[in-house]
T-cell receptor, first 113, second 113 residues
Framework: DTAVSQTPKYLVTQMGNDKSIKCEQNLGHDTMYWYKQDSKKFLKIMFSYNNKELIINETVPNRFSPKSPDKAHLNLHINSLELGDSAVYFC????????????FGPGTRLTVL | DQQVKQNSPSLSVQEGRISILNCDYTNSMFDYFLWYKKYPAEGPTFLISISSIKDKNEDGRFTVFLNKSAKHLSLHIVPSQPGDSAVYFCAASGTGTASKLTFGTGTRLQVTL
């Protein structure tokens, strides 16, 4: 019954590879997000989708491409992985009338070697 | 450019005492503030929030105080319990950008017996 789930939980890969992280929420929320938490523990928003439409796109390299096949899913695809992409990536969702109160997934720890 | 700052990376408090976690912000456009709690290997969970039209919000053992003139907010936990040991993140959002949260770097609270 996990409200916001992410797969995989851990991802170790070589530089230059392409990888995807999947996110699903079963809360019926309209808005979903991707955040990155780097080694300095900064938690920064990357993207936000509302009903499959991109509404926030922070200054993120275009190697990162979010894809929302439906309202309950927001996947993150990363091309040509670099060492600096190593971080914990969190997916989150929020209801329409309380967008600040976001529900986070458990995170995916990405390590690029 | 850190718009939300938590200057104490860690805090240790005895069980039963008050825990006070502090947060400062620089962006005067922020009008909604939240505290999130994070356990290891889990995503942040929403704890309590406050709108800029208030200066205090209380929920059980948790109270958030907002001082707009000082651009400062604090979270009080009374009485502190061992289960409160976690990392606490302060977050803020501005008018018209409700879904875009800016997070601080967190304060690790340790409640000792």
């Amino acid at each position: 019954d996990t409200a916001v789930s992410q797969t995989p939980k851990y991802l170790v890969t070589q530089m230059g590879n392409d990888k995807s992280i999947k996110c699903e929420q079963n809360l019926g929320h309209d808005t979903m997000y991707w955040y990155k938490q780097d080694s300095k523990k900064f938690l920064k928003i990357m993207f936000s989708y509302n009903n499959k439409e991109l509404i926030i796109n922070e200054t993120v390299p275009n190697r990162f491409s979010p894809k929302s096949p439906d309202k309950a899913h927001l996947n993150l695809h990363i091309n040509s992985l670099e060492l600096g992409d190593s971080a914990v990536y969190f997916c989150a969702s929020s209801p329409r009338d309380l967008e600040n109160e976001q529900f986070f997934g458990p995170g995916t720890r990405l390590t690029v070697l | 450019d850190q718009q939300v700052k938590q200057n104490s990376p860690s805090l240790s408090v005895q069980e039963g005492r008050i825990s006070i976690l502090n947060c400062d912000y620089t962006n005067s456009m922020f009008d909604y503030f939240l505290w999130y709690k994070k356990y290891p290997a889990e995503g942040p969970t929403f704890l309590i929030s406050i709108s800029s039209i208030k200066d205090k919000n209380e929920d059980g053992r948790f109270t958030v105080f907002l001082n707009k003139s000082a651009k400062h907010l604090s979270l009080h936990i009374v009485p502190s319990q061992p289960g409160d040991s976690a990392v606490y993140f302060c977050a803020a959002s501005g008018t018209g950008t409700a879904s875009k949260l800016t997070f601080g770097t967190g304060t690790r609270l340790q409640v000792t017996l």
